[in-house]
């Protein structure tokens, strides 16, 4: 068992999770209340995994995690106000209100999302990783993502080129037992993931991921591997998701008996149980208070901050006006929007256009197939 730090590092590490706990169980309850649009994907249970991860990070370190991350924004120093206003689609949200729950990112902390694509981010962890190492930093890239993406072509492809060109990164599966309703013994041939660093030549490594300093230690000790010499690995947290896949999970696929035998390994709790008289009581409601206060004000925060206005629909898009035009079809009015034909792009996509991207008239644009006027 892991050695208890000292009293400082225990509130915060105490605190982190109940905030999370806190947010997400807020977060599910304003879903209800349709205050949240789109997918909701709560980490209720998952909190010690990603505590421990984050609370070994240094400041210039990368986290890249899934679609599943509003704990760890959190956890890594953003706001809940700004995750709570994105996840209402307000303009004070960490993306300006256009990526909701799937999307947060925080490029300021170094937490570059927030992907929905199940295994798309372990690419781009690659990506971080391998920028780090060419302009010689030593900053190190950390991977989340579910026990279903170790599944994916992603997930080897990205394995074989961190292991073939040294990159630092640390890969870390959040084995939950589930891909949204199939469990790990009906979605994968081996279910003790550490084993799948073997075949890349890694090493892999299986960890409790409900224990907060367990998590804390191995991670600690993986990012050394990857900051001092350079090499990938695989880390397996063991964990479990409280709640269903999404908000909308009617849940069929699993034993309520089950449900109940994880709770009694509540990240939480135990970690209260383990800090012994280093917290009393006292300590443990102070945390608490503070984790409904902090969430009260996020939710108040994110009610009042404003609806992007329309004016800003086609702001932050890559292309605008030179494609086939699918992003003008507005449901809610019939006259063409802004971008829609060629003549309204901004400078810089025609030069793209011109420069050999795809460029087509208005004319043509209209009598193209799927094309609607
Ligand atoms: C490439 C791709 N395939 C399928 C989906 C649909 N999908 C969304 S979540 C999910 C399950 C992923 O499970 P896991 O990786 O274990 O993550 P968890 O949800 O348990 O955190 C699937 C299949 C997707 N988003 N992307
Ligand atoms: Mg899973």
């Given at each position: ?114 992907y929905g694509?199940?295994?798309?981010n ?11 190492q060419y ?148 300590d ?10 902090t ?13 992007p206005?329309?004016?800003?629909l ?17 449901e809610?009015?019939p ?21 050999g ?17």
């Amino acid at each position: 068992m892991a050695k208890l730090p000292d009293r400082e590092t225990c509130v915060d590490l105490l605190s982190r999770m109940c905030l999370i706990r806190r947010f997400e169980e807020e977060a599910g309850r304003q879903y209800q209340r349709a205050k949240a649009g789109g997918f909701l994907h709560l980490a209720i249970g998952e909190e010690a995994t990603i505590v421990g991860t984050t609370s070994v990070m240094r400041d210039d370190d990368y986290l890249i995690g899934t679609y599943r991350t509003h704990g760890h924004a959190i956890a890594r120093g953003t706001p809940p106000k700004s995750v709570m206003a994105e996840l209402f689609g307000k303009v004070d949200g960490t993306s300006g209100g256009r990526g909701g729950s799937m999307h947060i990112f925080d490029g300021e902390r170094r937490f570059m999302g927030g992907y929905g694509i199940v295994g798309g981010n372990l690419p781009l962890a690659a990506g971080f990783a391998l920028a780090s190492q060419y302009r010689e930093e030593d900053s190190v890239t950390v991977c989340m993502f579910g026990d279903g993406a170790s599944n994916t072509g992603n997930f080897g492809e990205t394995m074989n080129l961190a292991a073939l060109w040294s990159l630092p990164v640390v890969f870390l599966v959040e084995n939950n037992l589930y891909g949204m309703g199939t469990s790990i013994n009906r979605h994968s041939a081996v279910t003790d993931l550490s084993k799948k660093a073997e075949g890349y030549g890694i090493e892999g490594e299986r960890i409790d991921g409900m224990d907060v300093l367990a998590v804390r230690d191995r991670v600690a000790a993986h990012i050394e591997i990857a900051r001092g010499e350079g090499r990938p690995t695989l880390l397996e947290a063991s964990t479990y998701r409280y709640r269903g896949h999404s908000a909308a999970d009617p849940e069929i696929y699993r034993d309520k008996k089950e449900v109940e035998e994880w709770l009694e390994k509540d990240p939480i709790e135990a970690f209260i149980r383990e800090c012994g008289e280093e917290l009393d009581e006292g300590d443990v409601s102070r945390i608490r208070e503070e984790a409904d206060e902090t969430v009260k004000n996020a939710v108040e925060f994110a009610d009042q901050s404003p609806e992007p206005s329309l004016e800003t629909l086609y702001d932050e898009l890559y292309v605008v006006g030179e494609t086939m035009g699918w992003y003008a079809v507005d449901e809610r009015s019939p006259e063409p929007h802004r971008g829609e034909y060629g003549e309204d792009a901004p400078e810089v996509a025609k030069e793209l256009a011109e420069s050999g991207a795809e460029h087509i008239e208005p004319d043509e644009e209209r009598s193209r197939p799927g094309v609607r006027n």
